[in-house]
């Protein structure tokens, strides 16, 4: 199960750094990803870390403004989203990189807005 944590109300331009935690999965291990599904729309993949540690961001409305990351611990990731804007607003979701691994969690609202 993963948890989720970290959204809010900010303006543009502002910066939010999203948290994520999963029960029975060993994050260094997977390919995990964020992903954000905006109202009315399908969700989707905004970036990946790899068991490595390289990272991607298949979302290219984000590379260069988001990270993706893990703690020395690697038992959270994170997500540090900066210069945000309107279209970033969603709610965020953390999973596997290439699709699921198990329950969704209930994500964390993102809303940008001035």
């Known amino acids: 199960q993963f948890v989720e944590s970290g959204g809010g109300l900010v303006q543009p331009g502002g910066s939010l750094r999203l948290s994520c935690t999963a029960s029975?999965?060993?994050?260094?291990?997977?390919?995990m990803g964020w992903y954000r599904q905006a109202p009315g729309d399908q969700r989707e993949l905004v970036a990946r870390?790899?068991?490595?540690?390289?990272?991607?961001y298949p979302m290219d409305s984000v590379k260069g403004r988001f990270t993706i990351s893990r703690d020395n611990a690697e038992t959270t990731m994170f997500l540090q989203m900066n210069n945000l804007s309107l279209e970033d607003t969603a709610v965020y979701y953390c999973?596997?990189?290439?699709?699921?691994?198990?329950?969704w969690g209930q994500g964390t609202q993102v809303t940008v807005s001035s």
């Open positions: 999973n596997g990189g290439f699709g699921s691994l198990g329950t």
């Open positions: 029975g999965i060993i994050l260094r291990n997977e390919v």
């Open positions: 870390i790899f068991p490595s540690g390289n990272t991607n």
